[in-house]
């Protein structure tokens, strides 16, 4: 395998964009990426885009193929990625094995979306086949039931208490108020966030991640092209993909079995821990982490499934101000998904901008210091997990 | 169920006797149990798929439990006006871990290690009148073992 450099990142601000399509919300995206890595579109050599089921991509998720055509269609190959949520970090992986496998010298891999108005409809499929229908048809249990579900029992487990989960989200706010790409700037209190509504018992409106529009690209080369190109380059020391297991124990479909040990979502963290052996890596390495938190409790649960902390200590690294860029674990210096909202299937791009920036020293007053070695993870629908180290 | 109700989707319970099933299925290799009916083992740890028909249930213990606090988006039904309605995850005794709305009226009383009972019930009503039931989660009553 070669090794393989982020040159260039960039993105379009998230926010609501009626009158904007997403394949020009993806131009500002790459035109920045582009300018950022000091090389024009004819040097791009093919292409790895997150297919969106909200947006463009002529219906069938080929935003890949809107992208060339909008930039210019130069002929170059097109890799069209679908996996959830987890599109954006699907996209990066496979750009990042077509470099490393020699096939290509320059990738631009780019995600972008525009997201229908309220929360998301997890299953299109009207099958009495598909095990998502019968969970909404049977029961009747969107997305964020199942976020809830998983943090009562955290709550009932391990003690979390409500003023904790509304802590988490005033963190994110007092940190993501200072990017200025992030959609929700404002900062909120405790009492702001026990009083917002509740959406699933225990979550509330403010804990929970709003969708959003929003793009994102970055070019990836080889270390050949990197010198030819000159600049900056943050390396990429990890990137993983994996599925869930039979037998980790979230409530995924009607049924599953009952697991030995903890339910945990084992996806994501085979696809960390796989990431950090590529990258010879202990979680305690790690600099700052930019995962999933499409919900609060995803700050508490993921960096103990993943080993950064033990089970039961994440409320107290939180209180303590350790999950803060300046703290000893910082998680989501970019604001996150719950000051971004998500725009589905550019949020694995949009992870790997923000981790690019932390490692160039370029967050300004959301900067980790000294940041040498970042972590983006995204999950998707269907038991996708991704997960990308960089490194200076 | 009575006349003038219907199952929300065909096949996937069964009520004798006052008695809530799940219909699924297990497989005689590994003993795994699937609801709803599986044609094939997805246990990457068995070496042969053999699937016959299964009845689950019960009897189980709450293993969390929340409240749907907003009317879900399709194909989720329920009536109008949008009442909130609580949702649980139990495992049951035959080894399943489901999940199902909750025949309670809040969560207040709810709390992860309850003993529970599978019941059959109403979910929403169709645009003739019909009721959709369901299988739905009870506390298990005082004194008697589900």
């Known amino acids: 395998m070669r090794d393989v450099a982020v040159m260039g990142v960039g993105m379009h601000a998230w926010g609501k964009f009626p009158e904007t399509s997403v394949t020009e919300l993806c131009r500002v995206a790459v035109e920045a990426a582009l300018a950022d890595a000091a090389i024009g579109w004819r040097d791009v050599e093919a292409v790895a885009a997150a297919s969106s089921r909200f947006s463009g991509g002529k219906g069938w998720g080929l935003n890949g193929n809107d992208v060339v055509e909008d930039m210019g269609s130069t002929g170059i190959p097109v890799y069209n990625m679908s996996a959830g949520c987890a599109a954006g970090g699907n996209a990066f992986n496979v750009g990042h094995a077509l470099v490393a496998g020699g096939m290509h010298d320059v990738v631009l891999v780019v995600g972008g979306e525009k997201m229908p108005k309220g929360f998301i409809q997890t299953s299109g499929v009207e099958e009495e086949t598909d095990p998502e229908y019968l969970r909404q048809r049977c029961v009747g249990m969107p997305g964020p039931a199942f976020w809830a579900l998983l943090c009562r029992r955290r709550m009932d487990e391990l003690g979390t208490t409500e003023e904790q989960l509304a802590r988490v989200a005033v963190k994110a706010h007092e940190v993501g108020r200072h990017n200025e790409n992030a959609r929700f700037r404002q900062e909120f209190t405790v009492e702001d966030v026990l009083g917002s509504a509740l959406v699933s018992d225990p979550l509330r409106l403010y804990e929970i991640c709003p969708v959003s529009d929003g793009a994102a690209a970055a070019i990836i080369c080889s270390a050949d092209a990197a010198r030819r190109i000159g600049g900056d380059p943050v390396w990429i020391a990890g990137s993983a993909v994996a599925t869930a297991r039979f037998d980790d124990g979230l409530p995924r479909g009607l049924a599953g079995i009952v697991p030995t040990g903890m339910a945990h979502h084992s996806e994501a963290a085979m696809a960390v821990s796989k990431a950090l052996a590529q990258a010879g890596a202990e979680p305690g390495d790690l600099d700052l982490v930019e995962l999933q938190d499409n919900t609060v409790y995803y700050e508490l649960a993921f960096p103990e499934e993943w080993g950064l902390c033990k089970p039961g200590e994440a409320e107290h690294l939180l209180e303590a101000g350790e999950t803060l860029p300046t703290g000893r674990m910082p998680i989501n210096p970019s604001g996150g998904f719950l000051c971004f909202g998500e725009a589905t299937t550019a949020m694995g791009v949009f992870q790997v901008c923000e981790v690019t920036w932390q490692l160039r020293g370029q967050a300004g007053a959301r900067q980790v210091p000294d940041a040498k070695l970042g972590l983006a993870q995204t999950l998707g629908l269907g038991g996708n997990g991704t997960a990308v180290v960089l490194k200076r | ?146």
């Open chain 2, 1 to 146: 169920m009575t006349q003038g109700q219907a199952p929300a989707v065909e096949g996937l319970f069964s009520e004798d006797g006052g008695t809530a099933r799940l219909l699924g299925s297990r497989c005689g290799t590994c003993g795994t149990g699937y609801f709803p009916k599986s044609g094939l083992c997805h246990n990457p740890a068995c070496d042969r798929s053999d699937m016959s028909d299964a009845a689950f249930g019960p009897a189980g213990t709450l293993w969390s439990y929340s409240v749907q606090n907003y009317p879900p988006p399709p194909p989720a039904r329920y009536d109008e006006p949008y009442e909130p309605y609580a949702l649980g995850v139990v495992d049951l005794d035959d080894g399943l871990r489901v999940v199902g709305r909750m025949d309670v009226a809040g969560p207040e009383s709810l709390v992860a290690g309850a003993r529970i009972e599978i019941v059959i019930g109403p979910i929403a009503h169709d645009e003739d009148g019909t009721e959709l039931v369901s299988w739905k989660f009870r506390p298990a009553e005082e004194g008697r073992d589900a």
